[in-house]
């Protein structure tokens, strides 16, 4: 509950929460989602009132989908999003069609779909966030649209921020023991910190039209993305598939509804068509990467820590999502006193890379290595599931992640390594189907076939006040597929694999060491950082 504080007069001069969340757009609003779902009260400032009028993004991806699903939120279903959208440069949409080339080399991704209970899922923006709104408020957070960060200061034990109210003018402090900065591309948070950014840098400036004509009859094919190309215009034409398009341009030029009118009808190739606009916008296209993600209490979350240009492979919003996803169970952690303050050192060391990972990623490919005046040719072009769901992180919270291996891989080139996202695969529990990435909610989770593995979980939760609940695999869960536990997981029938609350494995054992339960607590003090330890000494595999 926030505390306020009023002074002598009776003017209230400070409140406080355990986080600020500072920008109410898409991975702020799902920051206060994962955080209030942990349990964690926030308060989110954002100066606008609502979504914007411009959808802005609109793929969703398979990893994104399990955040959502993991912390119920529902987003409907579509019939666009299974795999990267089509792409085709043509003259115009009803002129000549000049190619059609794939995101990723090959073109057979889908964003890890087979590899998941769930699958990447198109809805604009502007349809998401009241969603991850309606869901905030349900799970606790305190919302405060109209209201604008001013200034902050930070110590030792918390940042006190100045909030405006824009309706009145009205002043206060709000005194956080952290800051999420959610804040967008040219963050105030992050201008503050003096925090520099490195990578490809400003592209272009772009200007975009979005409208509402009847253009469906030019989907048939499948593609959904238009690069035009005439003597006189070089533009780029995408549909919503909601009936709302938006035309890009990259030159820079404020037009009038009427030029507006013309230049998207030069795009489609027609006269006859009516074309009813709704609004405009301006924005930098940039690749940019910030040199680091955290600043003693704040950290950077979003386009405020990479800025990445709109991609076919989702790299923008669905980044900044994952950054909030991992962010939110350690600050729950360290907040309810479970964890040392250091665990949260590992967001940047996890989350930096990831983010550098797929800027380079992002420009190996043919939509924006054009852009480079001198394109890389080292950079080996990644399928989509090795990206989306294949990442590797290695920090103080993973033991085990093995120096040689690669930053990311297909899911099913894993077999269960620390440091991998915990593989889905289909089980019964109650005599229901449900996937393992259920068994992933609050808590660590120790999977095994081995009983034994039972006891020593409850006595190293015990001693190092982590909640650690025990999975036999078998007996509590069974597989669909037998022996599937095993490969997936690199086990042996004696083994365990320790999982973290965002669902990716912490350690493993291969087999049984003489004492597991001191080796699973000598895992947790050095995986979950408690503020409850007991000297011993981990199996590393």
Do not use: C
Request: hydrophobic share 40%; aromatic share 6%.
């Amino acid at each position: 509950m926030n505390e306020i504080t009023h002074a002598a007069d009776g003017t209230t001069t400070t409140e406080a929460a355990p986080v600020l969340i500072v920008g109410g757009s898409l991975v702020g609003l799902s920051a206060a989602v994962f955080l209030t779902w942990h349990g964690v009260p926030v308060v989110l400032v954002d100066k606008h009132r609502g979504s914007s009028p411009h959808p802005r993004a609109i793929g969703f991806t398979t990893r994104t989908v399990e955040h959502f699903r993991q912390v119920g939120v529902d987003v409907p279903p579509s019939s666009q999003g299974m795999k990267p959208p089509r792409r085709a440069r043509v003259e115009s949409l009803t002129g000549t069609w000049l190619e059609e080339y794939p995101w990723t080399p090959g073109g057979g991704g889908a964003y890890g779909a087979e590899d998941s209970p769930v699958h990447a899922i198109a809805i604009t923006q502007d349809r998401l966030e009241p969603l991850l709104r309606d869901r905030s408020v349900e799970l606790g957070a305190d919302l405060r649209l109209g209201t604008e960060l001013t200034g902050f200061v930070q110590d030792d034990d918390g940042v006190t921020a100045t909030l405006r109210r824009r309706d009145d003018g009205h002043e206060y402090r709000l005194r956080a023991q952290y800051v999420v900065a959610a804040d967008g591309a040219t963050s105030a948070v992050r201008e503050k910190l003096g925090i520099a950014r490195h990578g490809a840098g400003p592209l272009s400036v772009q200007r975009s039209i979005l409208f509402r004509a009847p253009l469906d009859e030019y989907l048939r094919h499948g593609v959904v993305q238009f690069e035009i190309e005439q003597p006189d215009l070089k533009a780029f034409l995408t549909t919503y598939s909601d009936g709302r398009w938006v035309l890009m341009l990259g030159d820079d030029i404020e037009r009038d509804a009427d030029e507006q009118r013309r230049v998207v009808r030069q795009a489609i190739g027609r006269t006859d068509i009516p074309v009813e606009l709704v609004t405009t916008g301006r924005w930098d296209l940039a690749g940019l990467i910030a040199d680091r993600f955290s600043d003693g209490r704040v950290f950077l979350v979003g386009d405020a820590a990479h800025q990445l240009p709109p991609n076919r492979g989702g790299f923008g919003a669905n980044t900044g999502i994952d950054d909030a996803h991992n962010l939110a169970w350690k600050l729950a952690a360290v907040l309810a006193g479970r964890s040392e303050a250091r665990l949260l050192d590992t967001y940047d060391a996890e989350r930096r890379p990831v983010a550098d990972l797929r800027h380079d990623q992002l420009f190996a490919r043919a939509d924006y290595k054009a852009y480079l005046t001198a394109p890389r040719t080292d950079v080996p072009v990644l399928d989509d599931a090795s990206i989306e769901l294949g990442q590797l992180y290695r920090s103080a919270a993973v033991l085990g992640a093995d120096a040689g291996l690669p930053p990311a891989r297909r899911p099913e080139e894993w077999s269960g390594q620390p440091g991998t996202r915990a593989p889905h695969l289909w089980i019964t529990v109650d005599g229901e189907e449900r996937s393992t990435l259920d068994l992933f909610r609050r808590d660590w989770v120790l999977l095994s076939e081995d009983e034994r593995w039972a006891a020593a979980a409850t006595r190293a939760a015990g001693r190092s006040g982590t909640p650690v609940t025990f999975v036999r695999i078998g007996t509590d869960a069974n597989p669909v597929e037998p022996d599937a536990f095993r490969t997936a997981y690199g086990l042996e029938p004696t083994g365990a694999a320790l999982v973290r609350p965002d669902g990716y494995i912490a350690w493993r054992t291969i087999t049984a060491p003489a004492d597991p339960t001191q080796a699973l607590n000598a895992a947790l003090n050095a995986t979950a950082v408690p503020t409850r330890t007991v000297e011993s000494t981990a199996t590393k595999s």
